[in-house]
């Protein structure tokens, strides 16, 4: 065969005859995909360092002399660990290769329980496949098989049934390398080792459900799924979690009308294929069994089911034309078109501006926040470009909880080329492990510690010297000195909206953002929502603009009587609103209250009419998350009852109260959203397959400084 | 032909001793010498590392890089652990310096700073004496900053194991020495050799006590004095200790130059006590075993040796005489590797379970003649499969009694006890009687 010409950084390998180049250092067990081939593994995990544990992947190698002639190496070899070089011959289909699987195998299978029929991997597990394709068809073992515990548990989600095991370490090394806690180990030796947790911890990893997916055989197994169905009885549909912003792709296994799992699904912009425990154990909500099924009326003090007609009548009754009079609060699961058509009902026939989405302590009004003072953008940094940061400064809440994908991505700069990253917070976080430099401040004093620790960044550097003199009265200690270190040149910023629910969450997010603008950071700049679709409520405009009131005011108007009637659209206020009392008082208060839902909440005792609404795995619709990616989620279900998708909700309410041409898909929604908004463009439906569409970022408007803060 | 003498020729536990007996002179002319130089001295000796694999020990201090970019360091692996053997545990106890000065010289040619003994924590004496070595050579400025004024700095300490057969492989003792569990790492081709990239990651030479020891002797009297020994074989070079042990009047450390007949080790132990001589395990439990036939044709020598189907290993040469069964030595043997395996991959882990328990079956009376085969199959499947070097020597004392006694196996099977049926048989065998399974 004629050698291929070489192209630099590639090599020319050989794979069962088929002369092919693949990048220099390309693992073989990769090579052969490129073929369409495979070579069987278990150990082997392509997001993972490869280890050669199992032995599963076992191919003859040899190497091409000069003179056309193969040496083979004595020994065959593991290809999830060998490297592609130069000449390099590969044989993945001899004789010996096939023997060598089969004896895997055949060792794998002498101590595996083979208890299939009841396992919750039959039927997707990588032992039972690799078994039909290249196992042995019987057993030579006559010995007794090894007995361990069948339900061991390692945490709340995650029980381990040590019979199974195949040892192959993928979920040691998760905890190890992925999400960083170390909470798995093996324990003891030869026959007898096992993953475990260590004694008295727990698996309470934020990250622990990914172990169940990653484990090749039913040893790992979700303590809610635990013996619930069988994977060929579930219908598996693609979806979007919406239990942060992050926005993860995940599969959505249901039957019977009831989510069973959740697992993750491979997006490499988002989540690559992880999960947080939040997103993969969180969705319970949907199987409440008193999920609201038909609109319900307060007659006498007690709700009654009632008809939409009814229900509508009187919502027109107390909203139309109700001007200041009336407002909307929204929660975090609202799709773009919900929320849309819910502003544009508010703006058009209420004649309202009192609309918020925010439940945060500190609500920034339009001329305050990052935009307002510092004419910067919020969001500056998309998530994938997290892993290929070289310094970063953590500020707030435990990143691993608001954005956990950030946290991964950011880990794994740390891990691959030595990231450096600060953290300063108030209470121990998951990135401290990592972090070259931790600054713990006392509760409360966030502010000071971002503007101490920023005195001692510009100390390093020229320029800024206005807000150098401002910082004046920040002393750095030593500490800060040496956090400072690590942010001599450029540096990534990255903090919550979380942050707005501390008392110094305003001057914190404006020190951190003169901080970015002072050393030219302001590129790097992030503050990134909490909620599901807090960003695509931020970009529709579902706050009260320059004339509303926010959600404070409206808690407060509530209570005064300047509000009479009250939406609730997808949220709890007990649940996201700091002050009970408040809420309280304002729901008892207020005159009409409309409490539009998809899961049963505290609110609902308070209202006078209930909607029941779809959840999002009822109705289709968009969500953007904290990259500003379109995401769109496709109806899984059907509705609950009578419950209805919001926007047909609202088209169907403004068509009372003025009849014109009526809305039937949500795209035309997004039509409407686009001639309104053109940023909004990417976002067309038909964009909208795969992994979605990104809005544009860091749209900013001269960066500046506001000192008043440090006075 | 009789004993000769170097590394176990005298006895000097502290540095008095061991200067009069001339003590840390290869040391000092090391140190005068280009660092090449030396290694040019041992690639002229032609030793080989004397652990048990017999590799070149010239291409491994070569191996090095010469233009220093990170910390470099040398690893004594004295983490002798192979049944049978129990030579570096004398050298150490006997002689500490000597093998402290052979690792200096090695760091002095490998430009290392700092050196790690690692010590099976069994050998609490070996670690104590070398311990105090370490100590009187800081005192005396032969370790630590400065060395001699050259402006060379270098550290040793000594590291104990935790009781781990698999921490003697080199790279699961580099993973033990860094505080991960003891378990081997990959090694090339699949990734960069100890000398580039080792204990973290930084260059790292890596040889056995005797080793290590060999090297003041050959700086000392030069490589190609050291070279005359051995000339008769046909690549083994100077001396070599067997521990030799098992059923001879006089068990000890007997250092013989290549080329000795195995026959004359034997005789030189006292000869075979209690019976006439029946097999021998010449290198350490995990090389293949030998019958009276093949011993008294051995000559001692790497590639010689091999001839007779065996290896020189780590010199634990064990001696047995007619009374032993031969299945209970191999179920003696499994067991031990089966408790030793570290569990990281599947042959090993599962393959020396297995052969454990169909060894057991068996002198329980309840083995099947398809056993054999089985055993035969078992072992090929983990020979050149497992992950490291525990699986093959699992594997090969198996085969190789399966080969030279197949007979103990077929009449044990077949009888559901020992073709060895005499009262020393008896001792062997861990169940009072042989239980119908």
């Given amino acids: 065969m004629a050698s291929l010409a070489q192209e630099p950084g590639l090599v020319t390998i050989t794979i069962d005859g088929t002369e092919l180049q693949v990048p220099k250092g390309e693992l073989v067990v990769e090579s052969v995909k490129r073929l369409g081939r495979e070579i069987p593994i278990f150990c082997y995990h392509p997001r993972m360092k490869p280890v050669g544990m199992c032995r599963m992947c076992l191919v003859e190698v040899g190497m091409k002399q000069p003179d056309g002639t193969v040496r083979m190496m004595p020994k065959p070899q593991a290809g999830c660990t060998l490297p592609a070089s130069d000449n390099l011959v590969v044989i993945t289909d001899s004789e010996s290769v096939i023997a060598d699987r089969r004896g895997v195998l055949e060792f794998l299978l002498i101590n595996h329980p083979l208890d299939c029929p009841i396992c919750d991997r039959g039927g997707e597990c990588p032992l039972q496949n690799n078994t039909l394709f290249y196992g042995p068809s019987t057993t030579r073992y006559v010995e007794v098989k090894r007995h361990l515990p069948k339900a061991f548990p390692l945490s709340r989600h995650v029980t381990l049934d040590l019979e199974r095991c195949i040892q192959c370490g993928r979920c040691v090394r998760f905890t190890e390398e992925i999400s960083g806690d170390a909470q798995l180990a093996f324990l003891f030796r030869g026959a007898a080792m096992t993953p475990r947790t260590f004694e008295l911890t727990d698996l309470d990893s934020k990250f622990s459900g990914n172990v169940i997916e990653i484990c090749p055989v039913g040893a790992l197994t979700s303590s809610d799924y635990r013996f619930r169905a069988r994977p060929w009885d579930l219908e598996t549909r693609p979806s979007t979690c919406l239990e942060c912003a992050n926005g993860c792709s995940v599969w959505f296994d249901h039957r019977g009308g009831k989510m069973v799992r959740i697992n993750g699904r491979v997006n490499d912009a988002v989540n690559e294929e992880w999960t947080c425990d939040k997103g993969k154990f969180g969705h319970g909500y949907l199987n409440a069994p008193d999920r609201p099924a038909k609109p319900l009326i307060r007659k006498e003090d007690v709700l009654a089911a009632a008809d939409w007609s009814t229900a509508y009548q009187q919502i027109v009754a107390h909203f139309e034309d109700g001007r200041t009079a009336v407002a909307g609060l929204v929660g975090a699961k609202v799709s773009n078109e919900d929320l849309f058509q819910f502003k544009r009902m508010f703006h058009r026939h209420f004649h309202s501006p009192n609309l918020d989405h925010r439940w945060t302590r500190i609500l920034p009004s339009q001329t305050e926040g990052v935009r307002g003072l510092h004419g910067i953008d919020e969001v500056h940094t998309r998530i994938a470009e997290w892993e290929s940061v070289n310094a970063a400064l953590v500020v707030g809440n435990d990143l691993a909880s608001d954005q956990p994908m950030v946290y991964l991505r950011l880990r794994k700069a740390w891990q691959r080329h030595g990231a450096k990253v600060v953290v300063i917070s108030e209470r121990p976080t998951y990135a401290d492990h990592f972090a070259s430099a931790v600054i713990r401040c006392e509760e409360g004093k966030l502010f000071e510690a971002v503007a101490r620790l920023s005195a001692a960044v510009l100390q390093n550097r020229e320029g800024a010297d206005a807000l150098r003199a401002a910082l004046k009265p920040f002393a750095p200690d030593a500490k800060d000195r040496a956090a400072a270190e690590a942010l001599k040149g450029e540096f990534f910023t990255v903090c919550s909206e979380s942050v707005y629910a501390k008392p110094d969450g305003g001057k914190t997010v404006s020190a951190l953002a003169n901080l970015a603008v002072g050393t030219d950071n302001a590129q790097r700049f992030n503050l990134y929502p909490v909620g599901a679709n807090d960003m695509g409520a931020a970009l529709l405009g579902v706050h009260p603009g320059g004339q509303g009131m926010n959600t404070r005011e409206i808690l407060e108007g509530c209570i005064q009587g300047r509000i009479k009637s009250l939406w609730l659209l997808e949220c709890d206020p007990f649940a996201l609103w700091h002050d009970h009392q408040q809420v309280q008082d304002a729901l008892e208060n207020v005159e009409f209250l409309v409490v539009q839902t998809s899961a049963p909440n505290q609110a609902m005792q308070y209202a006078s009419v209930v909607l029941p609404c779809c959840a999002h795995v009822e109705a289709d619709g968009t969500y953007t998350n904290i990259e500003r990616r379109v995401q769109k989620i496709e109806a899984i279900w059907r509705p609950k009852g009578d419950a209805k998708p919001s926007w047909k909700l609202f088209t169907e309410l403004m068509l009372r109260m003025n009849p014109s041409r009526p809305i039937f898909e949500p795209s035309e929604l997004m039509e409407m959203i686009i001639a309104e908004d053109e940023s909004f463009a990417p976002a067309a439906y038909h964009n909208l397959e795969g992994n979605g569409a990104c809005l544009p970022l860091g749209v900013d408007a001269g960066a500046q400084l506001f000192m008043e803060i440090y006075q | ?437």
């Avoid at chain 2, 001692?300 to 032993?324: A, D, K, L, P, R």
């Fill in chain 2, 1 to 437: 032909m009789p004993e000769l003498k170097l590394l176990l020729k005298h006895k000097a536990r502290t540095l008095d001793e061991y200067r009069r007996i001339g003590g840390y002179a290869a040391f000092q002319k090391a140190l005068a010498m280009d660092r090449q130089a030396v290694i040019d001295e041992i690639k002229k000796s032609g030793l080989r590392g004397r652990g048990g694999a017999g590799f070149p020990t010239w291409i491994k201090w070569n191996g090095i890089p010469k233009q220093k970019t990170k910390r470099h360091y040398v690893l004594c692996n004295a983490d002798e652990g192979e049944p049978g053997t129990f030579k570096d545990k004398e050298l150490m106890e006997s002689t500490p310096h000597q093998v402290i000065e052979g690792m200096m010289i090695a760091g002095w040619a490998t430009q290392a700073d700092v050196g790690y003994i690692y010590i099976r924590a069994e050998f609490m004496d070996c670690a104590r004496a070398v311990k105090s070595a370490i100590d009187e050579a800081y005192a005396e400025g032969l370790l630590g900053k400065n060395i001699q004024g050259t402006g060379w700095d270098f550290d040793l300490h000594v590291h104990l194991g935790a009781g781990s057969y698999e921490c003697g492989e080199e790279s699961a003792m580099m993973s033990s020495l860094m505080g991960e569990r003891g378990m081997p790492r990959l090694k090339a081709p699949h990734a960069p050799l100890p000398t580039i990239a080792g204990l973290w990651d930084s260059p790292t030479l890596i040889n056995n006590v005797e080793t290590f020891a060999c090297a003041p002797h050959i700086i000392q009297n030069g490589g190609d004095w050291y070279a005359a020994m051995g000339a008769s074989t046909k690549n083994s070079r100077g001396t070599k200790i067997f521990s030799v042990s098992g059923h001879v009047n006089k068990p000890g450390n007997y250092e013989i130059e290549f080329g000795t007949k195995l026959s004359d080790l034997l005789e030189l132990a006292g000869g075979i006590k209690g019976g006439a001589l029946k097999a021998c395990i010449p290198g350490g439990s995990s090389v293949p075993i030998l019958n009276a036939e093949s011993v008294a044709k051995a000559v001692i020598g790497y590639e010689e040796i091999g001839e007779v189907g065996s290896m020189v290993g780590s010199g634990g040469c064990i001696f047995f005489n007619e009374h032993t069964c031969i299945v209970a030595l191999m179920w003696r043997t499994a067991k031990f590797y089966m408790r030793e395996s570290c569990g990281k991959c599947t042959p090993c882990r599962e393959g020396t379970d297995w052969l454990f328990q169909i060894h057991d079956r068996i002198i329980k009376g309840g083995g099947r003649p398809e056993d054999i085969n089985l055993l035969k199959q078992i072992c090929a499947q983990i020979d050149g499969r497992s992950f490291c070097g525990l699986g093959d020597a699992a594997a090969w004392p198996i085969v190789a009694a399966l080969k030279v006694f197949p007979h103990e196996y077929e009449y044990f099977i077949q009888h559901g006890k020992s073709i060895v049926d005499t009262p020393q048989s008896k001792l062997m065998f861990p169940y009072a009687e042989p239980v119908p399974v």
